[in-house]
C-alpha cells in the first residue's frame, strides 16, 4: 500500500501569505495526486488532480506541482476563504490513500 | 450535474451492521467510473473506505476488509455499503463519491452522519 506524508499538519499564516503544502508519497506515484480543501462541516472539495490540474472554477491562486514520490500545494495569496483543511490524495492505485491533512488557520 | 446523496440510520448499535444507501442522479452508475465511499471520524481526517465498479468488482481499504461489503443496483441508480460489527470507532461522517483514475474523487455526497452506540 502506498503510505502518504503530509506536511505541515497545521500551520498559521496571514492574508496575502504565499503558503506551501507537501506531501510525500511512500513509492512512485508517476502524477496521480489529487488535492481537496474542506471547511469545517463542509463536503471536501476537490481542487487539483493529475498533480496540477485545476479543477474548473478553482482560483488560479492554487497550484499543484509534483511527480513520483513529492507532490506541493502552493496557494500564492492566502485569501480569507482559504482558511480551512487541505487534503492530499493518491489517486493512481488501490487502496486510495489519503494524507493526514493540513490545517491553515489565521494568524 | 451528477449528483450524490447518502442515507441510512443516524445510529446504530455496537456489533450490528450499519447500511447506507447512495442514490446517484444526472449520470448512470452503469459506466465505467468506480463509485465509491469515504468517511471521517469527528475531528479527524478523511479515510477511504472501498469503490465498487458496474460490474460488482470491489476494492476495498485493507484494515477494514474483513466488515465491507459492497454492492451496486444499476436499475435504481444506487449502490451500497454495508458495514459489519461496527464499534465506537465507526462513528463517523460517510461520503459517497464518484471516482476516475485520471478524476480521482470528483463529485461528493453531502455526507450523512453515523454513531455507533446503544
Known amino acids: 500500500d502506498i503510505q502518504m506524508t503530509q506536511s505541515p499538519s497545521a500551520m498559521s499564516a496571514s492574508v496575502g501569505d504565499r503558503v506551501t503544502i507537501t506531501c510525500r508519497a511512500s513509492h512512485d506515484i508517476r502524477n496521480s495526486l489529487a488535492w481537496f480543501q474542506q471547511q469545517p462541516g463542509k463536503v471536501p472539495k476537490r481542487l487539483i488532480s493529475?498533480?496540477?490540474s485545476l479543477q474548473r472554477g478553482v482560483p488560479s491562486r492554487f497550484s499543484g506541482s509534483g511527480s513520483g514520490t513529492e507532490f506541493t500545494l502552493t496557494i500564492s495569496s492566502l485569501q480569507p476563504e482559504d482558511f480551512a483543511t487541505y487534503y492530499c490524495?493518491?489517486?493512481?492505485?488501490?487502496?486510495?490513500?489519503f494524507g493526514g491533512g493540513t490545517k491553515v488557520e489565521i494568524k | 450535474q451528477v449528483q450524490l446523496q447518502e442515507s441510512g440510520p443516524g445510529v446504530v448499535e455496537p456489533s450490528e451492521t450499519l447500511s447506507l444507501t447512495c442514490a446517484v442522479s444526472g449520470y448512470s452508475v452503469n459506466t465505467e467510473y468506480h463509485w465509491g465511499w469515504i468517511r471521517q471520524p469527528p475531528g479527524k481526517g478523511l479515510e477511504w473506505i472501498g469503490n465498487?465498479?458496474?460490474?460488482?468488482?470491489?476494492y476495498v481499504n485493507p484494515s477494514l476488509k474483513s466488515r465491507v461489503i459492497m454492492s451496486v443496483d444499476t436499475s435504481k441508480n444506487q449502490f451500497f455499503l454495508k458495514l459489519t460489527s461496527v464499534t465506537a470507532a465507526d462513528t463517523a461522517v460517510y461520503f459517497c463519491?464518484?471516482?476516475?483514475?485520471?478524476?480521482?474523487?470528483?463529485?461528493w455526497g453531502q455526507g450523512t452522519v453515523v454513531i455507533v452506540s446503544s
Open positions: 463519491a464518484r471516482f476516475s483514475w485520471a478524476d480521482s474523487l470528483h463529485f
Open positions: 490524495l493518491q489517486h493512481g492505485s488501490y487502496p486510495l490513500t
Open positions: 465498487i465498479h458496474r460490474s460488482g468488482t470491489t
Open positions: 493529475g498533480s496540477s
